[in-house]
T-cell receptor
Framework: GAGVSQSPSNKVTEKGKDVELRCDPI?????LYWYRQSLGQGLEFLIY????????KSGLPSDRFSAERTGGSVSTLTIQRTQQEDSAVYLC???????????FGSGTRLTVV | QQQVKQSPQSLIVQKGGISIINCAYE??????FPWYQQFPGKGPALLIA?????SEKKEGRFTISFNKSAKQFSLHIMDSQPGDSATYFC????????????FGEGTQLTVNP
């Protein structure tokens, strides 16, 4: 596609439920990143996929968070047993390789009530 | 050593004035320094970037100044306009090793008409 597409744009869920956030990167981009942005805060790195290499999961805050990338394209971020502190905007970005700037999607705003 | 520190947290400038946002880093291996602009409800968008082989890069009203010895870089917005009101993030990465971007905390810029 023309840009990075994320869905849903907004998600309200009850505490304790699982959620799945989807990212569709720009076609041909081999690198895919997930970041989290809490209200008025900076961007917190979560996970990074580069081609067929093992993902860099060093930013995942707990084992309730996981992500996969199927066929080197679409990625899904899963949060199990959501907590109120998980409320944030989850941003996905892609890049054509290891250099240069990222292209971000508009994010998924997750609210845990 | 991976931190990037950004200041100020917020900035108010009159239309036509110069907006200056500063960032400092510790990791001397960083070799790519982009700035991102984020409007409410949108993902960050790449604005301008610099590599350490130059001390300044200008694109229109936006200029990055880079001081390698001080490990600092800054964004200058000349003739600031109300449409420039947004949150600005600096970032850094080590491209040669394919590292992910580390972001500053962000600066909320308001340009008054």
């Amino acid at each position: 596609g023309a840009g990075v597409s994320q869905s849903p744009s907004n998600k309200v869920t009850e505490k304790g439920k699982d959620v799945e956030l989807r990212c569709d990167p720009i076609s041909g981009h081999t690198a895919l990143y997930w970041y989290r942005q809490s209200l008025g805060q900076g961007l917190e790195f979560l996970i990074y996929f580069q081609g067929n290499s093992a993902p860099d999961k060093s930013g995942l805050p707990s084992d309730r968070f996981s992500a996969e990338r199927t066929g080197g394209s679409v990625s899904t971020l899963t949060i199990q047993r959501t907590q109120q502190e998980d409320s944030a905007v989850y941003l996905c970005a892609s890049n054509i390789g290891r250099t240069g700037g990222y292209t971000f999607g508009s994010g998924t705003r997750l609210t845990v009530v | 050593q991976q931190q990037v520190k950004q200041s100020p947290q917020s900035l108010i400038v009159q239309k036509g004035g110069i907006s200056i946002i500063n960032c400092a880093y510790e990791n001397t291996a960083f070799d790519y320094f982009p700035w991102y602009q984020q409007f409410p409800g949108k993902g960050p968008a790449l604005l301008i970037a610099i590599r350490p082989d130059v001390s300044e890069k200008k694109e229109g009203r936006f200029t990055i100044s880079f001081n390698k010895s001080a490990k600092q870089f800054s964004l200058h917005i000349m003739d600031s306009q109300p449409g420039d009101s947004a949150t600005y993030f600096c970032a850094a990465a080590t491209e040669t090793s394919g590292s992910r971007l580390t972001f500053g905390e962000g600066t909320q810029l308001t340009v008054n008409p």
